[in-house]
């Protein structure tokens, strides 16, 4: 979000880039050669483009959304001692892992709207104004947001596994040897084979 590059456009010499223009969801600015920026902030927000209006709702709701992701997912935890039992746990980190998916999705179609408008108006052949290229804060903002939606998505699984953990309990009847199992079943069946009798070097 405070990332500037959002697009970039260049105006070439013959020896050396004469100057830079970039712009980002707040300010427009131009670099020249000699590293000096002149900056305009955008004047009013409700004479903005509806474009830039709705990549700044979905990127400032990307990162409150982000924020309550971390928060429910800290409390879903196992190793730490809020939260309640392991199923409430659980159902708290899926809720996090769900909270995390909508945060990804609102920075990535924020991205890719601001992304499908500099295309659109570089590849029109009836855009005369400056154009621009695609800057890096696009390109980390998907980068981002994937890592948001996958992150999501392991959350989520959360709950899957602790279901499966608690089917597989089972009733613990305590530890019996194998000699006292023995013993058991030599004692409940009786013995009428007669006694034999075994000399010294029958232990041999």
């Known amino acids: ?56 709702g979905l990127m400032i709701s990307a990162v409150c959304l982000g924020f309550f992701g971390a928060v429910f997912g800290l409390v879903g935890m196992k190793c730490t001692k809020v939260g309640g039992s392991d199923q409430t746990k659980a159902k708290i ?32 052949p009836s855009f005369v104004a400056q154009k621009y290229e695609l800057g890096a804060a696009l390109f980390i903002g998907w980068a981002g947001a994937s890592l948001c939606i996958i992150g999501g998505i392991i959350f989520c699984f959360s709950i899957a596994e602790n279901s499966n953990s608690a089917r597989r309990g089972y009733a613990y009847n305590g530890a019996t040897s194998v000699m006292s199992s023995r013993t058991k079943v030599h004692n409940s069946v009786p013995d009428k084979t007669p006694p034999k009798h075994f000399d010294k070097n029958a232990y041999v």
Request: charged content about 15%; hydrophobic content about 40%; proline content about 2%.
């Open 1 to 56: 979000l405070p990332t500037d590059y959002w697009k970039v456009s260049t105006i070439d010499g013959t020896v050396i880039t004469t100057a830079t223009f970039w712009a980002n969801l707040w300010k427009t600015c131009v670099t020249d050669s000699t590293g000096v920026s002149n900056c305009k902030d955008f004047p009013s927000m409700l004479a903005l483009d509806g474009y830039i209006q709705a990549c700044r």
């Open 93 to 124: 980190a899926c809720l996090a892992g769900l909270i995390f998916i909508l945060s990804g999705l609102c920075s990535m179609t924020s991205c890719s709207l601001y992304a499908n408008r500099i295309t659109s108006e570089f590849f029109d």
